[in-house]
């Protein structure tokens, strides 16, 4: 089994910034594919950012040029800095692990980040 622990969420205004940590621990079998999923009342589940085992990434439109995913794999850690933060990033956070050995994704507890003035 695989867990996934992550900090850093909390209360900004516009414009301020926050960075979220996850960090997997358990039966990892291999370096895989993290990322960070939201979801705000009422909507769906979106893809934040992703990042693979050898760096690459993927941003959500919304988040580009705002938002910078990065990991360390020697912790098994993925932190997501988001800068210029907008009312409209208001949502719960979730940390994501791929998983192939299982045929399954990890996912963590979620964090609440709130952007407000």
């Known amino acids: 089994q695989v867990q996934l622990v992550e900090s850093g969420g909390g209360l900004v205004q516009p414009g301020g910034s926050l960075r979220l940590s996850c960090a997997a621990s358990g039966s990892i079998f291999s370096l895989n594919t993290m990322g960070w999923y939201r979801q705000a009342p009422g909507k769906e589940r979106e893809l934040v950012a992703a990042?693979?085992?050898?760096?690459?990434?993927n941003y959500a439109d919304s988040v580009k040029g705002r938002f910078t995913i990065s990991r360390d794999n020697a912790k098994n850690t993925v932190y997501l800095q988001m800068n210029s933060l907008k009312p409209e990033d208001t949502a719960i956070y979730y940390c994501?692990?791929?998983?192939?050995?299982?045929?399954?994704?990890?996912w963590g507890q979620g964090t609440q980040v709130t952007i407000s003035s």
């Open positions: 994501n692990l791929q998983a192939p050995w299982a045929s399954t994704n990890y």
């Open positions: 990042i693979t085992s050898n760096g690459r990434t």
